[in-house]
Structure formats: structure tokens, C-alpha cells
């Protein structure tokens, strides 16, 4: 393969990533808001929100098993096609346990195409060069997820507009992988995965921070919103606040990454999560209803700059620790208690948004709280640590753990 064809090949896979992944970032925020203009209570649409992570879950458990079945063309059409349908579903169904449902349906899908576009990226990236094209395609996730709260005000969160272009933007997504000249991919194989009683083992630091990291991200993009909304913000100055968060973990991934590389990456992570706990509870104390909405946007990217980059930190700190032998199996449990997290965590915001004022503050204040506590305690257990084993690289927004996990093993700890 001449290098202008993996070029034009690694475009077309990224296009369609990145427009999935800005699809979806538009939908998970039209559903907080357009939830609650609907009167869903903010337990219900938390549950929407955790519900795409549960789809995520099993997706990424059994999509494997399709690929291998079916062929990765086929299984790629066939989940592209219902995801398309997702977002027209719940604009048919307004109903809670419809859309909770279809969320759950859509991140079953999401699961599936990513498994197909990273291993097509598995397939057009060298050994050499599978590292740098991780962070390319991370990167690529963040910049369309910023991209994707920036079209709520131009599409509004009322009627039947939104939901209609998202039905697009997911539909054109499949367009360049699906003309891509890339060869087929690599076949997906069973990834093995640790004990998750020997990965608490191995980095009892690591495990319990994966579970409130995923906890704390999935809380803030399903939620914020509606804390946004409740803040007075109008729909535009929602979709800056959101889009300011996912700057902030833009921005910061790599200088937090490079800093992690140089010190213990426990401190980095605790450091992290004192900024996050002390952006929001500035945000939610002190920062009056009539504040400059600035001052919001400040707020929501501190918390995003913390929050969002914090699980690869915590990735590269389990590995380590173990064998390079075990990364890919560390790697894929850790993503499966990163996973559990972020399907419980809105499941009780919304509850506690629901309970009092500053529910989905106490939340997050609380999970990042335990993540310094926890952090203080193991390293007054274990102040020693490891010495870091490779760069450290940023993880995808909704990682999927494929084929490209062992490549990235050997790239990163």
C-alpha cells in the first residue's frame, strides 16, 4: 500500500469516526434537554444516559462474535443502519422507557462500528505507526464531540429537526468507510480479560479510580445539561457550557499525560480530581445565578480539563504495574469497570438531581472526592511506584477495546 493510499484510506476511516462520534455527542445532549422539556424527571433521563453505556457494554462483549459471523461489511451496515434509526425512535416514542431503550440500542451499535472502524485503522496503520494513529483518532473523537454540543443551538432542542439530523449525520457517517479502499479487516478476536479481584490486586488505585473516573464522565455529559438549563442558560449557552467542558479535556489531555509521564501518575490523577471537585463546587457555591455566563464556561472546562483525560492516566498507571504480557488483559477489564461506572453513575445523579438542588454537584464533588482519598491512602500504602513503561497516549472518547489494544499495549502503558 503506497503511502498517499494509507493516507486517503486513514482520512476516510477518521471522517466516519468522527462524524459517529459528533452524531452522537448532539444526541446524548438533545435528550437531556428535550427530556426534560417533555417532563421526564432527571432519574429518568439519567437512566437514558446510563443506558447508552449499558449498550456500550454488552455491545462491546458481543459484537465480536457477529464480526466473526457475519463479516465486518455486513455487521458494519446492519449497526449503522439501526443506529440511524435511533434518534427518529425517540422523537415516534416519547416515553421514558422508550428512549431508555433506544439509547440502550444505540450504544449497542456504537459499540459494534467503532470495534469495525478500529480495526480497519488496525489494518491501514504499521506497527510503527499504530501509536501515533491511537492519538490521532482520540484526538479526532474530542474535536467532534466539541464540534457535536455546537450544533444543538443551530438545530434547537424542540420539534422534530434535531432528531432528523442526527439521523443524517449517522447515516453519512458510513458513507467514507463505507467507499474506503482499505484493505479488510483483521478478524476480532476474543480478548482476554483479568480477574477483576487480580486487577484489584495488581492496582487497587487503579481499579476503584477507573470505576469513579467512568462514574464521573458519563454523570457530567448526561446531566450537565440539564444543570445548565437549571442554571438559566438558554439552549445556545448550554451547548457552549457542554462544548467548553469537552475543550477543557481537549486541551488538557496531553499536557496532564505528559506530566503523568514525569511523576507518580497518582498524584497527577488526585491532583486532577481536586480541580474537578473544586471547579464544581465553585460553579455551584459561589458563582451566582446572574454571573457572567463566562465564568460557567470557565467552570465546565476545569472540570472537563480534570475529569476526561483522568482514565488514560489511570490506564497507564495499572500497566504499569503488571507484566507487558498482561496489558491487554488489564487493559480490558479496566475498561469494563470504567464501563460499570459510567452506567451507574447517572443512574444516581439523576436520583440525587431529583432529591435536591445540588444534587448532580454532591455527585461528582463526592466521586472526585473518593478519588483523592482513596488516592492519599494508597500512596501513604505504597509510596513507591513504578517507573512508567512507555508514553503515556490518550484513550478514545468511548472506548471499545479491540484489535488495536495490544498494539496499543506495546505503545503505552
Avoid at 497516549?393 to 503505552?412: D, N, Y
Amino acid at each position: 500500500m503506497t503511502w498517499r493510499t494509507t493516507i486517503v484510506n486513514l482520512l476516510a476511516l477518521l471522517s466516519g469516526f468522527g462524524l459517529m462520534q459528533m452524531g452522537n455527542t448532539f444526541q446524548g445532549t438533545l435528550l437531556s434537554i428535550r427530556g426534560d422539556l417533555e417532563g421526564f424527571s432527571s432519574a429518568e433521563i439519567g437512566a437514558v444516559g446510563a443506558a447508552f453505556w449499558a449498550g456500550i457494554v454488552l455491545g462491546s462483549l458481543r459484537t465480536g462474535s457477529l464480526i466473526r459471523r457475519v463479516g465486518h461489511i455486513r455487521t458494519f451496515a446492519a449497526l449503522g443502519a439501526i443506529a440511524s434509526t435511533g434518534p427518529l425512535l425517540h422523537l415516534l416514542i416519547i416515553n421514558p422507557a422508550a428512549w431508555i431503550a433506544a439509547r440502550a440500542l444505540t450504544g449497542f451499535c456504537f459499540a459494534g462500528l467503532f470495534v469495525v472502524v478500529e480495526s480497519w485503522l488496525n489494518g491501514v496503520a504499521k506497527s510503527e505507526s499504530r501509536g501515533q494513529i491511537l492519538s490521532i483518532y482520540s484526538m479526532t473523537g474530542l474535536i467532534a464531540g466539541i464540534a457535536g454540543q455546537l450544533l444543538l443551538p443551530a438545530a434547537g432542542p424542540s420539534g422534530f429537526r434535531p432528531f432528523c439530523v442526527i439521523a443524517v449525520i449517522t447515516a453519512l457517517a458510513l458513507v467514507p468507510i463505507a467507499l474506503t479502499r482499505a484493505g479488510s479487516p483483521v478478524s476480532v478476536e476474543n480478548r482476554p480479560r483479568s480477574k477483576l479481584k487480580d486487577l484489584y490486586r495488581q492496582s487497587p488505585f487503579g481499579t476503584v479510580s477507573a470505576l469513579l473516573c467512568g462514574a464521573s464522565a458519563a454523570v457530567f455529559f448526561a446531566l450537565g445539561p440539564i444543570f445548565a438549563q437549571r442554571r438559566g442558560l438558554n439552549t445556545g449557552q448550554i451547548a457552549a457550557f457542554m462544548a467548553s467542558g469537552s475543550l477543557g479535556g481537549f486541551l488538557m489531555a496531553w499536557p496532564l499525560g505528559w506530566l503523568s509521564d514525569r511523576m507518580d501518575r497518582r498524584l497527577v490523577v488526585i491532583g486532577a480530581a481536586i480541580m474537578a471537585a473544586s471547579s464544581m463546587l465553585a460553579m455551584s457555591t459561589f458563582v451566582p445565578t446572574d454571573a457572567s455566563r463566562w465564568i460557567l464556561y470557565i467552570c465546565a472546562a476545569l472540570v472537563g480539563a480534570s475529569i476526561i483525560p483522568a482514565y488514560s492516566i489511570v490506564i497507564a498507571h495499572v500497566n504499569d504495574g503488571v507484566a507487558k504480557d498482561e496489558f491487554v488483559a488489564a487493559s480490558s477489564s479496566l475498561l469494563l469497570v470504567q464501563a460499570i461506572g459510567a452506567t451507574v453513575g447517572p443512574l444516581i445523579g439523576g436520583i440525587a438531581m431529583d432529591a435536591w438542588r445540588y444534587g448532580l454537584s454532591s455527585v461528582l464533588i463526592t466521586s472526585q472526592g473518593l478519588i483523592v482519598v482513596w488516592g492519599l491512602y494508597r500512596l501513604a500504602a505504597r509510596p513507591t511506584r513504578s517507573d512508567p513503561s512507555g508514553p503515556f497516549l490518550v484513550e478514545p472518547p468511548v472506548p471499545v477495546g479491540t484489535t488495536f489494544a495490544p498494539a496499543h499495549a506495546r505503545a503505552s502503558p
